[in-house]
Structures are given as C-alpha cells and as structure tokens.
C-alpha cells in the first residue's frame, strides 16, 4: 500500500540536445519517486485531534516512545466523534472498546 502523503517530484527541464547527465538526474529523480509509492509505510485510515493538531489515528509499524521493541495503534474514541469525518474509525469505550466507522 502506498502511503497517501507521496508528492510528485519536480522533473527538470529537458536540455534542447541529449545530455547523458539530465537522464541520468531524471532517472534518479523517478527512481526515488517510485520507491516512495512502493513503500509500505505508515498508512492514514482514519484521524485524530489532539489538542488542535490533527494526528494518524491508525498508522502501523509505529513504535512506542515509551516500550522497546513494541508497536502503538493510536484510535480516537467517541469523547472524539464531533471532530470525525464520516467514515473514520473510532473506539467506543462505552461498548468494551468496540470499534466503530462514523456514519
């Protein structure tokens, strides 16, 4: 999966003549492109407000601050629901931690 924050490069200018360096740079220019679409990093499924900065409320491969060698999922709960988008998800701590998709 690719990550949805990859911007597309800027392509130099072509030279009027062939110059073996400009394909060269243009190559690497693409080369880094595409390997930040075939990244499989962290992925935005859903958002969370935290104060008033917007957060990745579901992201994988995260590790924790605090615990070596362990991974954190961070969800909003519902105490968060007026600040969702219809269609993120949430924990509700008031159903056992059910996750739920706001509609």
């Known amino acids: 999966m690719s990550q949805k924050n990859v911007r597309a490069p800027f392509l130099p200018v072509a030279p009027t003549e062939y110059d073996a360096r400009y394909i060269d740079q243009l190559l690497n220019i693409l080369?880094?492109?595409?390997?930040?679409?075939?990244?499989?990093?962290p992925m935005t499924a859903s958002t969370e407000r935290?104060?008033?900065?917007?957060?990745?409320?579901?992201s994988f491969s995260q590790p924790s601050p605090t615990v070596?060698?362990?991974?954190?999922?961070?969800?909003?709960?519902?105490?968060?629901?007026?600040n969702l988008r219809v269609g993120d998800i949430y924990y509700d701590?008031?159903?056992?931690?059910?996750?739920?998709?706001k509609v």
């Open 31 to 41: 080369r880094l492109y595409f390997n930040q679409l075939d990244n499989a990093g």
């Open 50 to 58: 935290t104060g008033g900065d917007i957060v990745s409320g579901l």
């Open 68 to 82: 070596p060698n362990t991974f954190t999922v961070s969800l909003p709960t519902q105490a968060d629901l007026g």
């Open 93 to 101: 701590t008031t159903a056992s931690n059910v996750l739920k998709v």
